[in-house]
Every structure is written in C-alpha cells, then in structure tokens.
C-alpha cells in the first residue's frame, strides 16, 4: 500500500494518491491532470477512482477531465447531485482498491455531502482518515461554504458536531488524519502548519474536539468567521456542473502576442491586463491600467478575491518560462477565459516605444521623515482586520484588501495615500488598482508594517478595529 500526499502550497491545498496491489485512487485532485498521469505511468498503476470529499469551492477540482482520461468513477459521498456521470456512495459504503479497503464516512457539516473517506489496510486496520473540509490539524472546515441551501452556518455546524463527535471521534488514536487543507487556506480559521496528524493528537489539542456540548460547538465554530472570497460559491457550481477542458485552456491562455496586438486584443476585448513579475519591477514601469497581482505571492487566491467575473477576458504579463504557471493558477480557480501574453513581456513593450505607467514609492525612513514633518499624511493599511488589530500606526486607516472593492467610496481622488501591507505584496495590488481607477495621487510605502516596525520609531498602537465588511 503506497500513500501519498501531494500539496500546493499556493493554495494550501491537499490531494492524496493512494494505490495497492496495481490500482490506484486519487483524492481531491487539482485542475492539472498531466502530474497525476504521469504518476500512474511511472508506477504502472491503473487509476480506479477519483474520490471528491466534497464539491469544493476553494479550487476547481481536476476529477472531469481525469475520469476521461483514465475511464476512473468519479465517487462523491450522500446528497451529491451533480451535471454529469458520478458514483454517488452510500454511508459506510465500502470500495475496494487493490488489497486496502475505503470506506466512505458520510460526514456532513462543512456541506451537506461532505465525506471523509477511511483507509483500511491489507490487514483489516484503521490506517487512516482523508477528511476532506470536515477535519483539519488544528481546526474543522467552516460551515458557510454550503451553495444553495436553506441551511443556516448555525445549522452546519450542528450537522458538523455530529459527524465529528459521532463518526470521527469513536475512531483510533492511531489513524492518520489527512486533511483536505493547511495553513493559509480560507476554509478554516485556526489550521496548523503541519499537514498530517495522528486523531488522538488532534483530540487533545485541536478545539474543537475537546469534549463540549452541541451549541457551544457551535459558537466556537462560527466565532470569527469573515466573509468567504466572492468566487468560493462559484467555483463550487463549477465543480458541480463541469467546466472547459484544462487542455483547451492552456491552449488559449498560450497564445504569445506582440505588443501591437496585444494592444488591440486588449481594446477589442475589453481585457483585464493582470501583471504578475515582482512588486518592484511592476512598481517601476507597466502597463497603463494593468493590475498587479504577483505569480510568487497567493497569486490564484488573490484573483478569486480580487476579479468578480470568472468569464472576463484576460490577458497577462509574466517572466520567461512563467506562462504556463500562471495559466494554470487561473485556471485552478474558475479564471478560464485567458487569451494570451505579452510576447517578450515588459521589455518588448518598452521597445516598441509604448507608454509605461509609474507607481512612487517611498522607503520607511523616508516616510518617518515626511511623517515627523507633515504630521498628517493618510496612511492606508491594507493589512486583514486581525494583522491590524496586533499592532499599526496612529491614524492608519484599516482597508484590508480582501474588501477594497467595497470600499472605493473611502477614497478621493483629490487626496494623496500612502499604503502599506505587511510586506510590500498588497500594498502594490492596491496600489495598481487605485491608479487603474484614476487615483493618482498614491505612494506605496516599501518593505511595509515590517520595514516601518523595524527601521522606524513611529508610534505603534493596538485599538482594535471591528470588521465593517
């Protein structure tokens, strides 16, 4: 019996390859299929099942385009319904794979089909759990992701406590827990670093499986819950319906053009121009009405924040050997429609003598001088509410950039800003968006919060700001 986890630190994610005796199952697996082929090639194994712990909505899953591929069922647990050819498994229902068993554990809570899929082993052993959203290290999934339900989060969560207090804890303090996230990941608020466990670890230390009666369970779970990004129940209705091939994707989303055509796709289609090189090259000469959105940072997470429509148009700007990267990122997240790239990137646009914008930027000891002088420059943190609320400058104001779109009133085009995140990332995403706004007047303080806390003695200061958004 061979198990492995294979985990995309972009998106905090986890899928699983499992194989005995010649077959193999793969649990939760991302958009690309060639990685996964590939394995099954190298280990000549024939792929069984796709197993899906539920219809995620963090990522869209690469189960349609593998089953066609490989001829493998895809098996989703109780209550699925789904637009196409699925293997809808009944509670305790057992899969046999190779030597081992799966027994799928119907585990609702995180959403109503969610499923936790228990490894048995050549000798009748518990070996262990693949939770999916239902358990993670250090946390269990959030009962907010549900689409289309008339189920209140309060109601989740009640589903939630039953399916761990009455099918996960009675298990072995020996069974491997293999979660369906990791730390970073928005379908959890309190996940560890570690990425597996054993289930008698996690008794004693994760929360939410201390011993606790139903509706204090369900207090603790929906306390401090933030609003989910806008494109979670989107791609969760892509998972459910199906969705272009990963193969015609990357196809269109190759295209190289010139810089004269570029210019005119991006006029005839009304594209988003996304940016993704480093902050300060960005910083230092792009596109005119480009945003910036980083290929090194949380690239994927960050469009599905940031972009509204999974069907606009997109066109991209990238290092060498980049490309096929970030067409694979948007793609992982529903962003299906990109339709090209700037052919020698930056510099050929520079050479063809077209118009470059600027962002100013501003080092910490220089903003501390202008700071001292001034005593009143308007400074944005764009720092989430609970970075913000540990510490940041007097007068700063809080706009995290999860919910900028939310908030442009906040802003005047007459008045100069000067943002900040923690490290400079979020600061030029906001910055980009503000200038493609026509906000002129803003200035991205360099190396953010940590620079300024570090090379600075400004004054810090922890009044604690309540979410507005």
């Given at each position: 019996?061979k198990?492995?986890?294979?985990?995309?630190?972009?998106?905090?994610?986890?899928?699983?390859?499992i194989e005995?005796?010649?077959?193999?199952?793969i649990?939760?697996p991302l958009?690309e299929?060639?990685p996964y082929?590939?394995?099954?090639?190298?280990?000549?194994?024939k792929?069984?099942?796709?197993?899906?712990t539920?219809?995620?909505?963090d990522?869209?899953?690469?189960h349609l385009d593998l089953?066609?591929?490989?001829?493998?069922?895809i098996?989703?647990g109780?209550?699925?319904v789904a637009e196409y050819?699925i293997?809808v498994?009944k509670?305790?229902?057992d899969?046999?794979?190779?030597?081992?068993t799966?027994?799928?554990?119907?585990t609702?809570?995180h959403?109503m089909?969610?499923s936790t899929?228990?490894l048995?082993?050549?000798?009748g052993?518990?070996?262990g759990?693949f939770?999916?959203?239902?358990?993670?290290?250090g946390?269990?999934?959030?009962p907010?992701?549900?689409?289309?339900?008339?189920?209140?989060?309060?109601?989740?969560a009640?589903?939630?406590?039953?399916s761990?207090?009455?099918?996960?804890?009675?298990?072995?303090?020996?069974v491997i827990v293999?979660?369906g996230h990791?730390?970073?990941?928005?379908?959890g608020k309190n996940?560890s670093?570690?990425?597996?466990d054993t289930?008698?670890n996690?008794?004693?230390k994760?929360?939410?499986?201390?011993?606790?009666?139903?509706?204090?369970?369900?207090?603790?779970?929906?306390?401090?819950l933030?609003?989910?990004?806008?494109?979670?129940?989107?791609?969760a209705?892509?998972n459910?319906k199906g969705?272009e091939?990963?193969d015609?994707?990357?196809?269109?989303?190759?295209?190289?053009?010139?810089?004269?055509?570029?210019?005119?796709?991006?006029n005839?289609?009304?594209?988003?121009?996304i940016?993704?090189?480093?902050?300060?090259?960005?910083?230092a000469?792009?596109?005119p009405?480009?945003?910036f959105?980083?290929v090194?940072?949380?690239?994927?997470?960050?469009?599905?924040?940031l972009?509204?429509?999974?069907?606009?148009?997109i066109?991209?700007i990238?290092?060498?050997?980049?490309?096929?990267?970030v067409?694979?990122?948007l793609?992982r997240?529903?962003?299906?429609n990109t339709i090209?790239f700037?052919?020698?990137?930056?510099e050929?646009?520079k050479?063809a003598?077209?118009?470059l914008?600027?962002?100013?930027?501003?080092?910490p000891?220089?903003?501390?001088?202008?700071?001292?002088?001034?005593?009143?420059?308007?400074?944005?943190?764009?720092?989430?509410?609970?970075?913000?609320?540990?510490?940041?400058?007097?007068?700063?104001?809080n706009?995290p950039?999860?919910?900028?779109n939310d908030n442009m009133?906040?802003?005047?085009?007459?008045?100069e800003?000067y943002?900040h995140?923690?490290?400079?990332?979020?600061?030029v995403?906001?910055a980009?968006?503000l200038?493609?706004?026509?906000?002129?007047n803003?200035v991205?303080?360099?190396?953010?919060?940590g620079?300024?806390q570090?090379k600075?003695?400004?004054?810090i200061?922890?009044?604690?700001?309540?979410?507005?958004?």
């Open positions: 019996m198990v492995e986890q294979l985990y995309t630190g972009c998106l905090a994610e986890a899928a699983y390859y005995s005796n010649g077959e193999a199952a649990i939760d958009r299929t060639e082929i590939k394995k099954l090639e190298e280990r000549g194994a792929l069984k099942y796709i197993l899906e539920h219809f995620h909505a990522f869209v899953s690469g089953a066609k591929k490989t001829g493998a069922t098996v989703f109780p209550n699925a050819d293997h498994a509670d305790n229902e899969l046999k794979l190779g030597d081992v799966i027994r799928v554990l119907h609702p809570g959403t089909e969610s899929f228990l048995i082993d050549e000798n052993k518990d070996n759990i939770t999916g959203d239902t358990l993670f290290i946390d269990v999934g959030r907010d992701l549900a689409v289309k339900t008339d189920l209140s989060r309060e109601d989740l009640r589903h939630l406590y039953d761990i207090y009455n099918k996960i804890m009675p298990l072995a303090d020996d293999y979660p990791g730390k970073g990941s928005a379908c996940m670093d570690e990425t597996t289930l008698g996690q008794k004693e994760n929360y939410a499986l201390q011993p606790m009666e139903k509706e204090e369970f369900v207090e603790k779970v929906v306390d401090g933030t609003p989910p990004p806008q494109y979670f129940p989107k791609n209705m892509l459910k969705y091939s990963f015609s994707v990357i196809a269109k989303g190759l295209t190289a053009l010139d810089p004269d055509t570029f210019e005119d796709v991006a005839a289609h009304e594209a988003l121009i940016d993704t090189r480093l902050p300060e090259e960005f910083v000469g792009f596109i009405n480009s945003i959105i980083g090194e940072g949380s690239f994927a997470s960050w469009v599905g924040t972009v509204v429509d999974l069907q606009h148009p066109l991209f990238a290092d060498e050997g980049k490309e096929e990267e067409v694979t990122r793609s997240v529903g962003y299906d090209g700037l052919k020698g990137g930056i050929a646009w050479a003598g077209k118009q914008d600027y962002i100013k930027s501003i080092n000891h220089a903003f501390a001088e202008l700071a001292e002088k001034t005593k009143t420059p308007t400074v944005v943190d764009v720092r989430r509410y609970s970075e913000f609320n540990q510490g940041h400058l007097l007068n700063a104001n706009i950039l999860d919910y900028i009133s906040r802003f005047n085009k007459e008045d800003y943002v995140c923690a490290g400079g990332y979020r600061s995403v906001t980009s968006i200038k493609a706004r026509g906000f002129d803003v991205n303080i360099e190396e953010g919060f620079g300024i570090e600075t003695n400004l004054p200061v922890t009044d604690v700001l309540e979410p507005e958004a």
